[in-house]
């Protein structure tokens, strides 16, 4: 089954301790990229990666890293998560390396910073 | 102007009823633009691709004004099932790397 795999679903950690989610696809998709969904503020994008070793910032960047060294993988890191870092988190991937094609996003990954 | 608008809603709307919603966006250099669906605390689904001349699918046709740099979605017979959030979204560039924007979204909510 073609799909993008997120972990965890749901996390709550506190604040200034390391996290990593992690980000799967079995599309073979060249382009991948990581929103946050903020009630009143829609989805905006942190990060994106139109191929391997090739990441550039989206709208929201501050507090977030990312890494492409698998075609398949895009983890998003949280060197020092805080409060406000509190959201629902997707990831995305698409084909053809092209950013203005169809996204398929992944389940969600709900997280709580306290 | 926001990059991309649309009407929040929610739009309360029988079954059976159509409804339509617009969307408006400022980056006259989009190329791409697409409805998707998001189901309450799920993930964003495709809805459909917006065209210039228009596309149809089933209840669903999505129309695209780039003069006046607008999209519509019209949904025909409504069902239940069609209680959603529907987001509009548009490529920043043209076709290039610079990703979707999305809009916050329409809520509609189909009564039965």
């Known amino acids: 089954e073609a799909q993008v795999t997120q972990n965890p679903r749901y996390l709550i950690t506190v604040t200034g301790k390391k996290l990593t989610v992690t980000c799967s696809q079995n599309m073979n998709h060249e382009y991948m990229s990581w929103y946050r969904q903020d009630p009143g503020l829609g989805l905006r994008q942190i990060y994106y990666s139109m191929n391997v070793e090739v990441t550039d910032k989206g709208d929201v960047p501050e507090g977030y890293k990312v890494s492409r060294k698998e075609k398949r993988n895009f983890p998003l890191i949280l060197e020092s998560p805080s409060p406000n870092q509190t959201s629902l988190y997707f990831c995305?991937?698409?084909?053809?390396?092209?950013?203005?094609?169809?996204?398929?996003f992944g389940p969600g990954t709900r997280l709580t910073v306290l | 102007r926001k990059e991309v608008e649309q009407d929040p809603g929610p739009f309360n709307v029988p079954e059976g009823a159509t409804v339509a919603f617009n969307c408006t966006y400022s980056?006259?250099?989009?190329?791409?633009f697409f409805w998707y669906r998001q189901d309450c605390r799920k993930e964003p689904k495709l809805l459909m691709s917006v065209y210039s001349s228009g596309n149809e699918d089933g209840r669903f046709t999505a129309q695209l004004n780039r003069a006046s740099q607008y999209i519509s979605l019209l949904i025909r017979d409504s069902k239940l099932s069609d209680s959603a959030t529907y987001l509009c979204?548009?490529?920043?560039?043209?076709?290039?790397?610079?990703?979707?924007?999305f809009g916050k979204g329409t809520h509609l909510i189909i009564q039965p």
């Open positions: 995305a991937s698409g084909r053809g390396g092209l950013a203005g094609d169809t996204q398929y």
């Open positions: 979204v548009v490529s920043k560039g043209g076709g290039g790397a610079d990703g979707l924007t």
């Open positions: 980056n006259s250099a989009s190329q791409s």
